[in-house]
C-alpha cells in the first residue's frame, strides 16, 4: 500500500443456504460502455458517497469535453472525470488540466453552464435538492474526482502526493461491477477514506474570528454581527437576520432572512479574508438585492441604490452580488445601519412573527 494514500480494496462473496461462494468481478469495461457509468452517475452522483447536484454533462472547456460537473450543499465545484477501466495517470493530469480552467473561470461562467443544462435558474433547482438557499458559488472552490473500476500504481502515488502533501482535493472513486444470482450489483470504494472533510464542515466562529484577528478587523466584524444573536438558531421576531458561517471564499459569516413566503433567504455576507484584495485593517462585505428584496418587497434597484455610497468593488449580476469593502468602523457602523433602517421601513412578513 502506498504510504500516502490508504486503499479500500472491497471484495464480494454470495451466501445461499449455508454455502459462501466468493463472487467473480466482472470487467465493467466488458459489460458497458463508459457513457452508461456517466448517465448512471448523472442520474444519481450519490453513488459517489455525497449529496451531489449535477450542473453539466460533457462540458465544452478549453481542455476539452469535462465527462460531468456537479455542487454540493455548501457550494464546491466538483469535477467528475470518467474511465470505464483502470484509471492511469494521464487520467488524473487531465482532471488536474479541468481543475487549472475552473480557478481561471467566473462565477457568471458557471452559472451559466448549470441553467443552459438545468433548464431552470440554479437556486431554485439548488433549493428544491437541498431544501436550503444556495450559496455563493465560486469556481476556485472546487475538488476532483476521478473515477474508474481502479487506477496504476503511477496514477495512486501522485493521488497521494498532491492529497496529503499539498492538500489538494481530489480523490479516486472505484466502481466494481459484479453479477449474483443474475442481479447486477455496482460496489464502490475510494483511495482516500478521509477526502475532503476538514473543507466541507462549517468552521466555528472562533476559526472565523481568529483569521478577522489576524488581520486586524475583529472589531468591525464584531459590529457588522452585532445584527444577529449568533446564537446558531434560526432568527427570532425581534432578530434582523439569522447567522450562518461558511468557508466561502476562504472564511465568511453569511446572513439569512425569512421572505415574504415565510423562506429564510441568504441576503448578505462578511468575509474575514482578503479573497478580494483588501488590505489589512479592511473587511469586504456582499449583499444580494434580488434577495433583499425577497425580504423588503423592495424592487432589487432601489435595494442596489440604496448602498450607492458604498465603494464596490466587485458586482456579479447572474449571481446576484454586489461586493463593498469598508474601511473603518465608521462605515461598518453604516453599513448595518443602512439595513437596520431598510428591515425596519419594509418589515415584509417579518416583524411580529411568532
Not at 474575514?272 to 438585492?289: F, K, L, Y
Request: neutral net charge; charged residues 25%; contains cysteine.
Amino acid at each position: 500500500m502506498n504510504s500516502e494514500t490508504t486503499r479500500t480494496e472491497i471484495k464480494v462473496w454470495s451466501v445461499s443456504k449455508g454455502d459462501i461462494k466468493f463472487v467473480e468481478e466482472t470487467s465493467f469495461a466488458s459489460e458497458h460502455l463508459e457513457k452508461h457509468l456517466e448517465r448512471w452517475l448523472e442520474q444519481s452522483p450519490d453513488l459517489l458517497g455525497r449529496e451531489l447536484l449535477v450542473i453539466g454533462r460533457q462540458v465544452s472547456t478549453a481542455c476539452g469535453p469535462l465527462d460531468l460537473l456537479a455542487i454540493d450543499a455548501l457550494g464546491a465545484v466538483y469535477i467528475i472525470e470518467l474511465k470505464r477501466s483502470m484509471l492511469p495517470r494521464e487520467a488524473v493530469t487531465q482532471a488536474l488540466d479541468y481543475a487549472s480552467w475552473l480557478n481561471s473561470a467566473s462565477s457568471d461562467e458557471i452559472l451559466r453552464v448549470a441553467e443552459e443544462y438545468l433548464k431552470a435558474p440554479l437556486d431554485e433547482t439548488f433549493q428544491d435538492k437541498f431544501g436550503d438557499q444556495m450559496p455563493d458559488i465560486t469556481p476556485q472552490n472546487h475538488k476532483i474526482l476521478v473515477v474508474g473500476t481502479g487506477l496504476d500504481a503511477g496514477a495512486e502515488r501522485l493521488i497521494g502526493y498532491l492529497s496529503r502533501r499539498h492538500s489538494v482535493q481530489i480523490n479516486a472513486v472505484f466502481f466494481k461491477y459484479v453479477k449474483v444470482g443474475g442481479k447486477e450489483l455496482l460496489v464502490r470504494s475510494v483511495l482516500v477514506p478521509d477526502f475532503d472533510q476538514s473543507s466541507t464542515r462549517r468552521p466555528p466562529s472562533s476559526e472565523l474570528l481568529e483569521n478577522a484577528k489576524r488581520r486586524g478587523v475583529e472589531s468591525m466584524v464584531d459590529l457588522l454581527r452585532t445584527l444577529s444573536s449568533a446564537s446558531g438558531a434560526m432568527a427570532e421576531p425581534d432578530e434582523y437576520v439569522w447567522e450562518g458561517r461558511s468557508r466561502a471564499f476562504g472564511g465568511a459569516f453569511r446572513y439569512w432572512r425569512k421572505d415574504l413566503a415565510g423562506k429564510y433567504r441568504m441576503i448578505f455576507g462578511v468575509s474575514v479574508t482578503n479573497r478580494w484584495g483588501a488590505q489589512d485593517s479592511e473587511v469586504d462585505v456582499w449583499i444580494r438585492p434580488r434577495e433583499v428584496g425577497q425580504v423588503t418587497g423592495l424592487p432589487s434597484k432601489r435595494v442596489s441604490g440604496t448602498f450607492a455610497g458604498f465603494r464596490r468593488i466587485q458586482s456579479q449580476s447572474r449571481a446576484n452580488r454586489w461586493v463593498m469593502r469598508l474601511v473603518n468602523e465608521r462605515e461598518a457602523r453604516k453599513f448595518i445601519t443602512v439595513l437596520k433602517n431598510m428591515f425596519e421601513a419594509h418589515p415584509g412578513s417579518y416583524k411580529g412573527e411568532n
